[in-house]
């Protein structure tokens, strides 16, 4: 799963803020010899010097490095679970957005019973490594509706593609041009994506002109919020009724939630 540039920082702060606890909990743990048995009764502060008080936790740490570990795994962990919290009601009140969005082209069977959405980048290797298995998805279900939502995360080139993508929609090709451009090998930049759209049939003068549109844009920009929203911080990522997976997955993994979907409906 490729992640975006605040899915690159919010790894970073994993790292500082995890430390800045472990040391602080260890300093707690180390504030008296007679702690343990204070633990027993009622916890009573102690006045102790700064520079002893740091001299402790220093040396807490340095005897149990594994406390920092412990307390980075366990604050990913809640903050995994609140987030999770968090997109789960996101999702309950945009569901309309995230699979009814006039603008986001639909494959598979249009009136399915359970919808499949996918964010993709076409620069994404993971994404392209997936796209088979969506195939195998859509030609193994005949009752599911596939949402594909344009999320230009890797530069310049891939906002490009989804333009050019979006703009084949309006030519009635999406599902051809994305198809084939997914299979494409090397980046998929103006070049590529031009040659693919000449050779699905396309006006490209009418292709040009239309990823010019306002609207264009703006459906974009709808899509990065909403996974923005959703916790979907790198690509691909899925929704499938209530469940959101970020990440690469495969036809086995797909099929269990679709069926997931399906039984709760």
């Known amino acids: 799963m490729l992640p975006t540039r605040n ?14 606890l472990a040391v602080a909990v260890g300093g707690w743990f180390l504030f008296d010899p007679g702690f343990k048995s204070a633990q027993k009764t009622a916890f009573v502060p102690i006045d102790i010097p700064q520079d002893e008080f740091e001299r402790r936790v220093r040396a807490y740490i340095l005897d149990n490095p594994e406390v920092i570990v412990e307390a980075t795994q366990r604050l990913q962990a809640r903050q995994r679970a609140a987030e999770s919290t968090e997109a789960q009601a996101v999702l309950k009140q945009r569901v309309a957005e995230v699979t009814r969005d006039p603008a986001s082209p639909v494959g598979g069977n249009p009136i399915g019973d359970v919808t499949l959405v996918e964010f993709f980048d076409y620069n994404c290797p993971y994404c392209r490594r997936v796209a088979p298995v969506m ?17 230009p995360i890797l530069g310049a080139n891939s906002v490009f ?5 979006l703009a084949a929609h ?3 090709a999406y599902i051809a041009f994305h198809k084939a451009l997914m299979l494409e090998k090397g980046i998929a930049d103006e070049k590529t994506a031009l040659e693919v759209a000449a ?10 002109a239309d990823m010019n549109d306002p609207a264009i844009q703006q459906a974009i920009d709808r899509n990065l919020d909403l996974a923005q929203a959703l916790r979907i911080n790198g690509t691909p990522g899925f929704v499938v009724g ?16 679709v069926g997931r979907a399906r039984s709760a409906q």
């Open 7 to 20: 899915g690159l920082a919010r790894s970073v702060r994993w790292i500082a803020i995890p430390l800045l």
């Open 135 to 151: 195939v195998e998805a859509e030609a193994a279900d005949p009752q599911l509706r596939i949402v594909y939502k344009e999320f």
């Open 161 to 165: 593609a989804a333009k050019a993508a």
């Open 170 to 172: 309006r030519q009635g």
């Open 199 to 208: 050779k699905a049939g396309l006006s490209l003068e009418r292709l040009k």
């Open 242 to 257: 209530d469940q959101i997976v970020r990440g690469a997955t495969d036809l086995k993994t797909l099929q269990t939630l």
